[in-house]
């Protein structure tokens, strides 16, 4: 029977917008993958989604049960509360970031995950991890693009 699987995200963006990454380290028993990508031009809050998305779809197997650590409110209050099914009710409608949350709606209905919010910069290891990880991204040489950011759009709301 297969344990529970930790993952710890990461988003940052220098300007926000501007350039961002993202960090994730996921964990189940003696194993451990980390990863990050960084953007030419983003947000803070895609790149915090981005980060809980791309740790969900690194899992093989469905159904697996989860536990996502997160410093990102935006992320988990938008789950753990409901607001985020809400949303996806009136097709996001003058919601930010439709793209990113309809990608992980399709990755987060697979498994039996729940977030734990925890706070940022206060001394988490494996959170201050995928902070060094997501910063060391965006600084890389090698930045994508974000296709689904619009400039002019202010992420930073949660209505």
């Known amino acids: 029977m297969q344990g529970e699987i930790t993952i710890y995200t990461d988003g940052a963006a220098s300007g926000n917008p ?24 983003t947000t803070n ?35 753990e509360k409901g607001w985020l099914f809400q949303w996806e009710s009136k097709a996001f409608k003058k919601k930010k ?17 729940r977030f734990i919010w925890i706070k940022g910069h ?9 902070d060094r990880l997501a910063v060391e991204a965006y600084r890389s040489d090698s930045l994508r693009e974000d296709s689904g950011y619009t400039p002019g759009d202010d992420n930073n709301e949660l209505f």
Do not use: Q
């Open 45 to 79: 809050n895609r790149m915090e989604l981005l980060a809980v998305i791309i740790g969900l779809e690194a899992l093989k197997k469905p159904m697996s049960k989860v536990v996502v650590y997160t410093d990102s409110k935006y992320v988990a209050d938008s789950v």
């Open 97 to 113: 970031n439709p793209d990113l949350w309809i990608r992980f709606l399709k990755v987060y209905r697979k498994h039996k995950v």
């Open 18 to 41: 501007g350039p961002g990454g993202y960090g994730v380290v996921l964990i189940s028993g003696k194993h451990r993958l980390e990863k990050s990508e960084g953007f030419r031009l």
């Open 122 to 130: 206060n001394n988490n290891k494996e959170n201050e991890l995928c």
